[in-house]
């Protein structure tokens, strides 16, 4: 098994739990990373946001997994995933707000910088 393929399955197991964190307990807490204008442009509320972006989550882990044949896609569909969130991390650093696992400026600051990281990891490891 090369280094790849096991970034690609930690890439999923990592997706499939966070996508199913917005559906569980914690999912009053990533309310707290949805901008409000977020809620105006999609005409929804913060709530429907987190559960609809856990869903994509949780389906792109799964596809990931079991379509072979489509990972190249996949992966750019998680990299849009992670470019379509990062202005909700920034909006999380700039308000102060606590969420899951980020309580702190510090954490809030370095979760900005590695969604880069995580963009290159979702291409690099879905690549042929």
């Known amino acids: 098994m090369t280094f ?7 890439l999923a197991t990592a997706l499939g739990a966070i996508g199913a964190a ?3 307990p914690l999912r009053r807490g990533f309310r707290i990373v949805v901008p409000d204008w977020a809620t105006r442009m999609l005409r929804t509320d913060k709530d429907t946001i987190v559960v609809a972006s856990g869903v994509v989550e949780i389906m792109l882990a799964a596809a990931l997994l079991f379509l072979p044949g489509e990972r190249r896609r996949v992966g750019l569909a998680i990299a849009g995933l992670f470019v379509a969130v990062w202005p909700g ?3 999380q650093w700039r308000t102060g707000r606590d969420a899951p696992g980020l309580d702190t400026d510090r954490k809030r600051f ?5 969604q880069p990281i995580l963009i ?3 291409l690099w490891s879905t690549r042929r």
């Open 89 to 91: 991390n920034i909006h």
């Open 22 to 24: 917005h559906l569980g």
């Open 120 to 122: 290159v990891w979702a």
């Open 110 to 114: 370095i979760r900005i910088l590695l």
């Open 4 to 10: 790849r393929v096991v970034a690609r399955f930690v």
